[in-house]
């Protein structure tokens, strides 16, 4: 892996990819049989999402699909990261197949493969069939084989052409976004059903490993997990534990029942978490490690943290003087990702790495001459993947990094109001045009560097 100076150079084989997920830019709500999910339903209750928008059609992706692959072709990316609708597959959860939906992800796989690009598929990215919801959704230990059933089916279907599987993405926000915070769907503030659904969640997608290696046995299999170092905000003692807790909140309380098949000791010492798994046998999250091959990382940002004693379960976010900030208020550090990647390989050395998603939202606006200039993006870019290149230089496993996200769509609570996108969406018309970044990353794919 060279680096000359000025120039970055990834070695030839590292992946170059860009990530969506179906409910963010499919639409086609209720298109071919496809099932309420708990999306459809928060964003339809009044007061859920910005500007009350919903996913019905977002970027339309369900009928554009074959433009939006060109698109991909056209910027050079080598491997496409999307997820499985699953009320598309099961309108109900389990029980009758829909086959029109398991027809739409064929096409979708047969245009990729036709262009040369690897799929690399999700089978849950947040929006669960409201059947199941509605039967207790992921606080649900039934949940682990109506999960099951479904990778099954899926896997059986599209096995034969899939790259890499990941089973779920960012579980900590399902559950503690979904039943503890009530912000993204199913909109809880329910402690015990936020534990609950972690569990489940962690458990569902070990029972969904074996089914997937099967059913798919020359895939790779992986799960996403977002990762957000906490660091204090001085070396006080209480800055420094709470530091410690809320690292064990976003990032260890995944990491290590996925790679020990254990939860941290510590965390489970902690009275809301005790009570809240109160009667669960813990030991069976040791179902949570059925050995993968990746583990796909999904880096944003990182908070720096002070103990607040009036509300010890919310500590104050500081704001270090000079600090960078994206559309989402989230801090811009390269560094960080480097240092995060770098600690993953040597406390749980996963055997491969990919940065699943990674990207930034800003607000671009689209100039009459159909250029979109997004130089913060580019900027961006240009800084994380310094920090990928350090991390690869440092000994990570690192196999290759997708862009949050192809196309601006639909961002959950916050409606259409960030652009994440390489490629910006005209909601009105759905016209897509190429973002200065998106010229960038070819660049970066053309000459494995920048
Ligand atoms: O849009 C989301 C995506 O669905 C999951 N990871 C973070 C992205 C930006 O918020």
């Not at 680096?3 to 830019?25: C, M, N, R, V």
Request: overall charge negative; charged content about 20%; hydrophobic content about 40%.
């Amino acid at each position: 892996m060279a680096q000359e100076k000025g120039k970055i150079t990834f070695p030839a084989d590292f992946l170059w990819g860009t990530a969506t997920s179906s409910y963010q830019i499919e639409g086609g709500a209720l298109s071919d049989g496809r099932g309420e999910c708990i999306w459809t339903r928060f964003s339809h209750t009044p007061g859920k999402t910005k500007n009350g928008d919903t996913g019905d059609v977002a970027c339309d992706h369900y009928q554009r699909y074959r433009q939006d692959v060109a698109l991909m072709r056209d910027i050079g990316v080598q491997a496409y990261r999307y997820s499985i609708s699953w009320p598309r597959i099961l309108p109900q959860g389990t029980g009758a197949l829909n086959e029109a939906g398991l027809d739409f992800y064929d096409r979708l796989t047969d245009e990729l493969l036709h262009n040369d690009i690897q799929p690399y598929v999700t089978l849950y990215h947040w929006d669960l069939p409201q059947a199941l919801e509605d039967q207790g959704g992921w606080a649900n230990p039934a949940i682990v084989d109506w999960f099951a059933h479904y990778a099954d089916v899926v896997s059986q279907r599209l096995g034969d052409r899939v790259t890499a599987w990941m089973t779920l993405n960012e579980p900590w926000c399902s559950a503690m976004l979904g039943y503890l915070l009530g912000i993204h769907a199913p909109g809880m503030r329910d402690p015990r059903r936020a534990y609950l659904a972690a569990h489940y969640l962690l458990r569902a997608h070990g029972a969904a490993v074996p089914l997937l290696r099967r059913n798919s046995p020359q895939s790779r299999l992986g799960i996403a997990l977002n990762l957000i170092p906490q660091y204090p905000a001085s070396d006080k003692p209480e800055d420094v534990r709470t530091a410690r807790y809320f690292d064990g909140f976003f990032n260890r309380w995944y990491l290590d029942p996925v790679f020990k098949g254990v939860y941290p000791e510590d965390m489970l010492a902690d009275g809301m978490i005790s009570a809240a798994l109160q009667g669960v046998d813990v030991s069976t999250i040791r179902q949570a490690a059925a050995p993968i091959d990746f583990l796909g990382i999904n880096y944003y940002t990182h908070n720096t943290i002070a103990y607040d004693p009036e509300n010890p379960q919310q500590p104050r976010q500081v704001r270090p003087a000079g600090a960078r900030f994206t559309e989402m208020g989230w801090e811009i550090n390269g560094q960080e990702m480097a240092n995060t990647l770098l600690r993953v390989q040597r406390e749980y050395a996963p055997k491969a790495m990919y940065i699943t998603e990674n990207g930034a939202a800003f607000a671009d606006v689209a100039a009459n001459g159909g250029m979109v200039e997004d130089p913060q993006r580019v900027d961006f870019l240009k800084e994380y993947l310094t920090a990928t290149h350090a991390a690869l230089r440092g000994g990570a496993a690192l196999k290759g990094y997708f862009v949050w996200s192809l196309m601006d769509n639909f961002e959950w609570g916050e409606g259409y109001s960030k652009r994440f996108g390489l490629v910006y969406v005209d909601y009105p018309t759905q016209q897509r045009t190429l973002k200065r970044s998106a010229h960038f990353y070819r660049e970066v794919i053309r000459a494995s560097g920048f």
